[in-house]
Structure formats: C-alpha cells, structure tokens
C-alpha cells in the first residue's frame, strides 16, 4: 500500500511532521528505492536524545520508588547516580537545566549518609557508601557548563 503513494507525499506530506524516531521507522517499512534520506538538524537530534535519556532515567527512579526494601532501593539510587555521571547523559546534565536542579536535589539529599542512615533505616554501610557516591558526583557536577537550550519541542516529563 505504502508503495503507491507518489514521492511528493512522503517527502512533503507526510515527513515533515513525523518526530525523528516515527521518521527513522517510516524509512525502515518503506521499499528502498522510496526511502527518503533527510538530515536531521542539530536541534531535533539533541532533542530527541534528551527525551529518550529523559524517559530511560524517569522509568528507573519510578523503580526505586517502588521499591519496599529500604536497602535495595539505596542501592538503586546509587546505581541510578552512578548511570547519570555517565558521558551518554552529560548532555542531559548541561542542556537540560530543569532536569539538573531536580538531579541536583537528589544528590544533596543523599549526600550525608548519616541523615539517610537514622531517617530510612537503611544499614550503616549502604548508607555512608551512597554519601560518598553523591558527593564525588556533586563535585563533578560543579565542574560542568550549563548551556540551557531552549528549542526542545517535545514535552518532557521530569522526574
């Protein structure tokens, strides 16, 4: 079916409002001679790259959250801290302030172990462990330049 629409539809009416990833499947089911190769802007990639670690992140700290053990929910926090200083999401951390300020507050909140340990009952170990963990990244994170983009155009759910 796809195959009898006529070029000019695909190119003019239809990709052009396809988001990147619905414009990347659209080329995957088409015929290869009617596959459209287009560029992507800077914007649109950094966008979408956004949204997805965005969503990555947002589903694992809704899985922390609904952790019942105390322990076992520090030590994904600490796996969750540890896969954001990554360099993948080093463009979350300086592009998306919103997403930092929240991170950020996180971090804080974790950073003294010995609150966490008489707060949440958690072992004494884990929670000094999470303590260190979360001031190594503060300070890391201090050492990193903000460039706050404006022009994302996807609605983004912040954790």
């Given at each position: ?18 988001d ?31 949204h997805?670690l ?34 993948r ?29 008489r ?12 303590g260190?963990?979360?001031r ?15 022009y994302?155009?996807k ?5």
């Amino acid at each position: 079916m796809l195959e009898t629409l006529p070029d000019d539809i695909y190119r003019f009416g239809i990709m052009p409002y396809l988001d990147y990833t619905s414009r990347l499947n659209l080329n995957l089911v088409l015929p290869k001679n009617y596959q459209i190769v287009q560029r992507f802007d800077k914007s649109e990639i950094l966008s979408h790259e956004i949204h997805i670690l965005v969503k990555l992140v947002k589903t694992l700290f809704d899985k922390a959250d609904n952790e019942t053990n105390r322990n076992k929910k520090l030590i994904i926090y600490g796996n969750i801290f540890t896969l954001v200083s990554k360099p993948r999401f080093r463009i979350l951390l300086t592009n998306y302030s919103i997403f930092r300020t929240a991170y950020t507050e996180r971090l804080k909140y974790f950073s003294n172990g010995m609150v966490i340990y008489r707060r949440d009952a958690v072992t004494k170990k884990n929670a000094l462990n999470m303590g260190r963990i979360c001031r190594k990244i503060l300070a890391s994170l201090d050492n990193m330049e903000i460039s706050d983009i404006r022009y994302i155009s996807k609605s983004i759910v912040i954790v």
